[in-house]
């Protein structure tokens, strides 16, 4: 049975990661005409995996702080985590059918939001490899 810690690591690496870089590779291939739709779920996976990390970081922990202190905590070595929630909570507050229909509300985001889900896939990264050392949730990152 897989603890708290490797279900984090696992989830870092086989969701959060792997959206994101569906997701840069989607941005990247822009121009050579992929699907639209595909971009914008591309983009929806993205958000919601990097916010969901949190949460699963969270319950990762051997002993549980308060969540918004926990919260602060990563906030304030990554400040495009709270970005990323803002977003995310954003998006949910579309249905999901219309932000898939509408492409200039997705090319928006994908503009307004490049460096903000960078920062965090890079924070997430930095995470997950030192999970991968240590399997125990890294207490300060840098």
């Not at 490797?6 to 699907?35: I, K, P, R």
């Not at 949190?54 to 970005?83: H, I, N």
């Not at 090319?107 to 896939?121: D, I, K, N, W």
């Amino acid at each position: 049975m897989e603890t708290a810690t490797e279900q984090l690591h696992e989830f870092l690496e086989h969701v959060v990661l792997e959206n994101c870089l569906e997701l840069f590779g989607v941005q990247d291939q822009a121009a050579m005409h992929v699907d639209a739709r595909l971009r914008r779920l591309r983009l929806l996976n993205a958000v919601w995996g990097l916010d969901r990390a949190v949460y699963q970081a969270f319950f990762a922990q051997a002993r549980l702080p308060r969540f918004d202190e926990f919260l602060a905590d990563l906030v304030a070595r990554e400040p495009a985590l709270a970005e990323v929630r803002e977003l995310s909570n954003a998006l949910k507050k579309h249905r999901h059918g219309v932000l898939l229909a509408d492409e200039r509300l997705t090319a928006y985001l994908c503009a307004g939001t490049q460096r903000v889900l960078e920062s965090a896939f890079e924070f997430w990264l930095d995470y997950s490899l030192a999970l991968g050392r240590s399997l125990t949730p890294p207490a300060r990152l840098g």
